[in-house]
Nanobody, 120 residues
Framework: QVQLVESGGGLVQAGGSLRLSCAASGSIFSINDMGWYRQAPGKQRELVAAITSGGSANFADSVKGRFTISRDNAKNTVYLQMNNLKPEDTAVYYC??????????????WGQGTLVTVSS
């Protein structure tokens, strides 16, 4: 079994900052890519940022220059630092991880989601 547990969401005013964390636990041999997605009401889930096991990152155009992503491989944890938040960043944020099991099986795991609300 594999679990992704997110934390750090909440309510913040526009221009403020939040830091999301996501810790993976369970039967994990290694983790390839980790990332954050978000889904706003009435919209499709979209990629916000992703990071490889080697630390290479990519971002959605809408968050470039405002969000950073990092990971601690020893802790199987990924972080999303969100600065200069805007009301349009309001969404449920989901953690995602490509988890390698010892058997070789690759799992696409998701967290339960954490709500970020940015007030104007």
């Amino acid at each position: 079994q594999v679990q992704l547990v997110e934390s750090g969401g909440g309510l913040v005013q526009a221009g403020g900052s939040l830091r999301l964390s996501c810790a993976a636990s369970g039967s994990i041999f290694s983790i390839n890519d980790m990332g954050w997605y978000r889904q706003a009401p009435g919209k499709q889930r979209e990629l916000v940022a992703a990071i490889t096991s080697g630390g290479s990152a990519n971002f959605a155009d809408s968050v470039k220059g405002r969000f950073t992503i990092s990971r601690d491989n020893a802790k199987n944890t990924v972080y999303l630092q969100m600065n200069n938040l805007k009301p349009e960043d309001t969404a449920v944020y989901y953690c995602n991880a490509q988890i390698q099991r010892r058997s070789g099986l690759l799992l696409n795991a998701w967290g339960q989601g954490t709500l970020v609300t940015v007030s104007s």
